[in-house]
């Protein structure tokens, strides 16, 4: 990875030059969140030092059935699903990174299916360009976990950098789990789906890779939180410096209706009873906080506030 120092200020170059409009915008001192749709699946938020835009990645489709929810009646979840009203024979499920302009970095939070991923997703660079994002301007790609459509945008087919300035964050535990070489010889191949897909994405970057164990500021004003059980190192992320902080909380819950019923097993979840501790504290961190919270499959705009209801909580977009 030779020239990356200057890549590294090249990107820095074109975000000083592109976005200062977009930062010196942001000089309201109320906490109330300023939203502004840009195009259809672009949401930007304005919290005065700090720029979010939501980018829509398009949007997955699978059955429902009895298999998908581990501890709960198929019946129950279709009611759920109704209540919140959406289809009760499948599961919609949207992606959406998000990009954050903070101090002097312009961040990529995941990186969608890129070219991989089924039909009716892979829009993430097609949206880009909407919110006038150049992906040369991103300077820092920071990845929650593993799973491909989170991973998949990060290289194209042909093996070439998408975003070719940007300096690549990972957890480490997440990295030692699906990079093992004695994990990957013990699996089947049948079953190598997921180790495979993160090999191709990130081999040729070991080298450059920064791993970080989950609990540091990994950049001015962005916070890594442990948010095991969805995957061995999923973690999510405190974004400070605004008027009002922002939790990416990436699949703290990988479907909407979990927010709800935070108990419910999924079969999206690795570690199923750790997953669900998960949901639980850091859905009480972002209220406790009163931070926004953005999510790689939550509904809408995917940022917005969060309440308790009942035995779970609520989500509700900015409008």
């Given at each position: 990875?030779t020239?990356?120092h200057d890549?590294?200020?090249g990107?820095r170059a074109?975000?000083?030059t ?5 930062l010196l ?5 109320n906490?109330a969140?300023q939203?502004t749709?840009l ?6 938020v304005d ?5 979010v835009t ?5 949007q997955?489709s ?12 198929l019946v129950d979840?279709?009611?759920?699903l109704a209540?919140?009203?959406?289809p009760?024979?499948r599961l919609?499920v ?5 990009v954050?302009?903070v101090?002097?970095?312009r961040?990529l939070?995941?990186?969608g299916?890129?070219e991989f991923g089924a ?13 006038r994002?150049d992906?040369?301007?991103i ?6 976990h593993?799973h ?13 950098l ?10 480490a535990?997440?990295w030692n789990?699906w990079?093992?070489?004695a994990?990957?010889?013990a ?9 495979n ?16 164990e989950?609990?540091?500021e990994?950049?001015?004003g962005?916070r890594?939180?442990a ?5 061995p190192?999923?973690?999510?992320f405190m974004?400070?410096?605004?008027s009002?902080?922002v939790?990416y909380?990436?699949?703290t819950t990988?479907v909407?209706m979990?927010?709800?019923h935070?108990?419910w ?5 690795m570690d199923a009873?750790?997953a ?7 859905a009480?961190l972002a ?13 809408g705009?995917?940022i ?11 989500f509700?977009?900015?409008?």
């Amino acid at each position: 990875m030779t020239g990356l120092h200057d890549r590294f200020a090249g990107a820095r170059a074109i975000v000083v030059t592109g976005l200062l409009g977009v930062l010196l915008a942001g000089c309201a001192t109320n906490n109330a969140p300023q939203t502004t749709a840009l195009a259809d699946g672009v949401t930007r938020v304005d919290l005065g030092a700090v720029a979010v835009t939501m980018l829509r990645d398009g949007q997955g489709s699978r059955p429902l059935d009895a298999a998908f929810v581990r501890n709960a009646p198929l019946v129950d979840v279709q009611a759920a699903l109704a209540e919140a009203k959406l289809p009760t024979d499948r599961l919609e499920v949207p992606y959406t990174p998000l990009v954050v302009d903070v101090g002097s970095e312009r961040v990529l939070f995941d990186t969608g299916n890129g070219e991989f991923g089924a039909a009716g997703s892979g829009k993430l660079l097609e949206n880009m360009a909407k919110a006038r994002i150049d992906p040369r301007s991103i300077t820092a790609v920071v990845i929650s976990h593993f799973h491909g459509d989170h991973i998949n945008g990060l290289r194209s087919r042909s093996g070439n950098l998408v975003f070719p300035y940007a300096r690549v964050y990972v957890p480490a535990p997440e990295w030692n789990w699906w990079m093992d070489e004695a994990r990957l010889a013990a699996t089947p191949e049948a079953q190598r789906g997921g180790l495979n897909t993160a090999r191709r994405v990130f081999a040729p970057l070991a080298d450059a890779v920064v791993r970080f164990e989950p609990g540091v500021e990994i950049l001015p004003g962005v916070r890594s939180i442990a948010a095991f059980g969805h995957t061995p190192g999923h973690t999510v992320f405190m974004i400070e410096g605004g008027s009002r902080k922002v939790l990416y909380w990436a699949d703290t819950t990988n479907v909407s209706m979990f927010v709800r019923h935070p108990d419910w097993a999924v079969v999206f979840d690795m570690d199923a009873e750790a997953a669900k501790t998960t949901r639980r504290r850091i859905a009480d961190l972002a209220i406790r906080e009163n931070a926004l919270v953005a999510g790689f499959h939550l509904p809408g705009a995917a940022i917005g506030t969060l309440q308790v209801r009942g035995d779970g909580y609520e989500f509700t977009p900015l409008p």
